[in-house]
């Protein structure tokens, strides 16, 4: 049973076309990793004031 499922779901995957990312696609991604990117840096110097929080 598991194995038929593996098999249909490969078979629809070989199916699927291609279909590049749109414009709109492309931002959110880039507005997702530069807000990541950002709160990483903006926790790392809020939590340099918590003492012994860099273990140092």
Known sequence: MEQMKDLKFQEEIQ???YEPLSNVEKRLCAWGFGLGVVLLVVLYF???????????
């Open 46 to 56: 809020v939590s340099s004031f918590i003492p012994g929080a860099h273990g140092v």
């Open 15 to 17: 199916k699927m076309e």
